[in-house]
Each structure stands twice: as structure tokens, then as C-alpha cells.
């Protein structure tokens, strides 16, 4: 069992910074792919970034592309999401999640989800 846990998230003015961190307690095989989707309230959960964790390679929504930055830090077995100009249309509950294989857009493909962590742009 993967567990994922979250953190990082909170309020922030509008053009502000935050960065949240999900921490994996056990990262089954370099071929996997961690993602991170969000959900506001009223609206369906949507896609925001991934990353391979082999090859390191990146994908992102284009709302957040050029100020979003996921990462991973292998030796932590934790994924980061760097995100810069917050918009107020940002505000959501955040979630990461993992899956084995291929990156994917779609959250029904991901089988093991955090607990989620909430992040309010205020205007």
C-alpha cells in the first residue's frame, strides 16, 4: 500500500507563492508517474501537472504552465509543486497522486491519493 500525504498548502495573496509537498512512504519502481490535481468547490477535479519518476519528465495544464513547477526529490521519495503568480481562479483543494506506468491527465487512472491540502489566492 502507497501512501501519500500532503502538505504546504494555505492562503495567499494574489501573485504570491506557495509550494506543497507530498511525501510517498513508498515509491514502488522508478516506472511511475505522480500527478497533481485539484478540485475547487462546485467544479470537477481537474489536472494540473505530472512527472515520470524514472526520467524526470514534466507536464503540465496550460492555466498554470510557465508558473507551476513540479519536481521530485528521489533520496525523499517526495514530489514538489512550486507554484508562482497565484491567481485567485488557483484557489482549490489540492490533491497528489500516484499511479504505476506513464504519466496521465486523466485522474481515473491514478490509483493512490493524498488526503489533499487546500490553497486560498485571495484577491
Known amino acids: 500500500q502507497v501512501q501519500l500525504v500532503e502538505s504546504g498548502g494555505g492562503l495567499v495573496q494574489a501573485g504570491g507563492s506557495l509550494r506543497l509537498s507530498c511525501a510517498v512512504s513508498r515509491r514502488t519502481l522508478s516506472s511511475s508517474a505522480m500527478g497533481w490535481f485539484r478540485q475547487a468547490p462546485g467544479k470537477e477535479r481537474e489536472f494540473v501537472a505530472a512527472?515520470?519518476?524514472?526520467?524526470?519528465?514534466?507536464y503540465y495544464a496550460d492555466s498554470v504552465k510557465g508558473r507551476f513547477t513540479i519536481s521530485r526529490d528521489n533520496a525523499k521519495n517526495t514530489v514538489y509543486l512550486q507554484m508562482n503568480s497565484l491567481k485567485p481562479e488557483d484557489t482549490a483543494v489540492y490533491y497528489c497522486a500516484a499511479k504505476r506506468g506513464i504519466t496521465s491527465t486523466e485522474s481515473r487512472e491514478y490509483e493512490y491519493w493524498g488526503q489533499g491540502t487546500q490553497v486560498t489566492v485571495s484577491s
Open positions: 512527472i515520470y519518476w524514472g526520467s524526470g519528465n514534466t
